[in-house]
């Protein structure tokens, strides 16, 4: 079944430096793949997504990941990292079965320290 | 344009007793779903409705959770008895499309369960 993987619980990166948040993802055939961001006492909000064609997808606030087929993954990348993308980021994946659901990775929090 | 309202933001019980929460998705909005996010981890789908049906209750724990969809639009889900492994923040969420194809699921704030 379709699934995705987050490596790593916690990402610390300094204000203005790059971030990368990583995730892998499990499929037979084409993957849609997602990522949303968790802000504190906020509900999910959608970021980007990659169904097909360019393999590196541009979405809110800066954020664009990078989708690499021969690694079964799909990073999250911010060129320049600023305080206020501290939150708690997820990975997601939609799984074909009798109906199509979103199953979400485990989550990774972002601190990004001045 | 307005989002995904849900109540009670808070809740705690007792063990044993029930709970009702409610969900109003985005105006048009075919899908609606309703997962249970438990402390460290990412949320978990419970169920997702097509209109009024129920397109996937698989992970849904039925013996002691119900959902229902009214008219397509509302939703309500309900546990009774609780138990303390239910303790968790309960998300809805709706999408414009049918199939969750697009991914773009719009999400409420949540309703957090604490159960003692």
């Known amino acids: 079944a379709q699934s995705v993987a987050q490596p790593e619980d916690q990402v610390n990166v300094a204000e203005g430096n790059p971030l990368t948040v990583k995730c892998t993802y499990s499929v037979s055939g084409n993957p849609y793949l997602f990522w949303y961001v968790q802000y504190p006492n906020r509900g999910l909000q959608f970021l980007l997504k990659y169904i097909t064609g360019d393999n590196l997808v541009k979405g809110s606030y800066g954020f664009e990941a990078e989708f690499n087929k021969s690694q079964t993954s799909f990073h999250l990348k911010k060129p320049s990292a600023l305080v206020s993308d501290s939150a708690l980021y997820f990975c997601a994946i939609l799984r074909y079965s009798s109906a199509s659901k979103i199953i979400f990775g485990s989550g990774t929090r972002l601190s990004i320290r001045p | 344009e307005a989002g995904v309202a849900q109540s009670p933001r808070y809740k705690i019980i007792e063990k044993r007793q029930s709970v009702a929460f409610w969900c109003n998705p985005i105006s048009g909005h075919a899908t609606l779903y309703w997962y249970q996010q438990i402390l460290g981890q990412g949320p978990k789908l419970l169920i997702q409705?097509?209109?009024?049906?129920?397109?996937?209750d698989s992970q849904l724990p039925k013996d002691r959770f119900s959902a229902e969809r009214l008219k397509g639009v509302d939703s309500t889900l309900k546990i009774q008895p609780a138990k303390l492994e239910d303790s968790a923040v309960y998300l809805c969420?709706?999408?414009?499309?049918?199939?969750?194809?697009?991914?773009?699921?719009?999400f409420g704030e949540g309703s957090r369960l604490t159960v003692l």
């Open positions: 409705f097509q209109n009024n049906g129920v397109v996937d």
């Open positions: 969420a709706s999408s414009l499309d049918v199939d969750s194809r697009s991914g773009e699921l719009f």
